[in-house]
């Protein structure tokens, strides 16, 4: 029988080291790689952002661009779509006899759902769904998805030591599309490339940004500098691509082991290992506990004492509160997509602690802005911020005037992104005035 194939490209922008892409290519006789692109309006949740930033969407057209670009040199070519995920299956499914679908290890309960779904609704179809997006397989892990150690050090223990898979090579050539090239949506992105942008989109961008890193031997140095807030040199950087699957965990690996035996091993090459292994403990976290991650009492079912301050949340977003280092922090957020892990602690701190914020709304404002975002890494991070989550301590309360004077002592990242600007009142009302709002999801 006649194969054919639907390549669902879910959160796995690249060729290389893609086993999604490499099982479909040697499974079907015919494929359709699609990709969907949320639309620019979602329908708005509770929580869940109504748009995505401007950075966040270029990046991810880029991406897509990009990743068609990759596909035409294989033969193949990309299918865009704007409609949800069982629409746009219906329709391909309906017109072009799909035998089988494939996309990479989903991580999200609601993502999880949409599948199983699917699943249900054509069970004539084989559906799979391959590990693509991490260091380890779970078959790896010495223990199961619900028995994952409830911190970050003890899992680091059991895992540090596993030997992590080697990249899968690329396919070389790839099964013909049934669906034509000249028939297809166009992806063709109308944002406007510009030489202020940090990033760009896509595989090759990716490449290119961790072969300029190894080579300019900053890997060296990076546990004395990693804690910088402003300029491309201080972090690895690579989280954007990360995030969007342009690049893969193993590959940076593989890049990392190759700077380690050609040019230096040191405790800075291992903490970018031990920082990768933060990523993975986030995914696993993600797995083990579901929809929990979005919850507001968390996994411990312990209940912030918060409240519902709307000034206060709309200043915080805008980077208009009375702490000049958040200020400057939100307003480069605002600015490129991307912010520091530094400030990102920082500004969350002070949202959930200064400002007796739900950690939920600053975590959705975060999951619309950054271009690197991730869905277990964000809600992850804020959930351990938030105290509500997988930090053995409770929770972390950065003091902003210390942390200031630690890592902006001569007050240039604040000028630069005008932080200084901010409103030196917090509130202009009552805050009687308003409702107390901490409801459960
Ligand atoms: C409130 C908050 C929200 C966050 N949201 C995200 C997010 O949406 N997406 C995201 O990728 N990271 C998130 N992080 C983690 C971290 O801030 C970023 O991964 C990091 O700043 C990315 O820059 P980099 O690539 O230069 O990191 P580097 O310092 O160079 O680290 C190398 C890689 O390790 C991983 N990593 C580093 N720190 C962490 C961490 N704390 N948690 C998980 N992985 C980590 C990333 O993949 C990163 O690319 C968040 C952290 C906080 C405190």
Known sequence: MHQIGLLWFNNDFRI????TLLRASEEVDQLICLALIPSETTAPD?????TLSTPRRKFLNQSLEDLDRNLNALGQHLVVSQHSIEDSFSKLIAQHNITHVFCSQINGSYETNQWQNLIKHYPMINFHQVANNRLFESSQLPFA????????????RQVEDIQVINAAPSPKKLPASPIPKSSRQSIKSHFKTSNRDLFKGGESSARQHVTDYFQRGLASTYKETRNGLDGMDY?????PWLANGCLSPRQVLTELHRYERQVERNESTYWIYFELLWREYFKCYADKYGHRIFAFSGINGRRPTTSFYPQRFQKWCQGNTPYPIVNACMKQLNSTGYMSNRGRQLVASCFVHELDLDWRYGASYMEQQLIDYDMASNWGNWQYLAGVGADPRGHRRFDLDKQTQIYDPKGQFIKRWQGDRGDPVLDTNDIVDWPIANAET
């Open 46 to 50: 509770k929580f869940k952002p109504a």
């Open 16 to 19: 290389g080291d893609n086993a």
């Open 145 to 156: 998805t619900a028995e994952l150690p409830n911190s970050f050090s003890k899992f680091r």
């Open 235 to 239: 972090s690895t950087k690579f989280s």
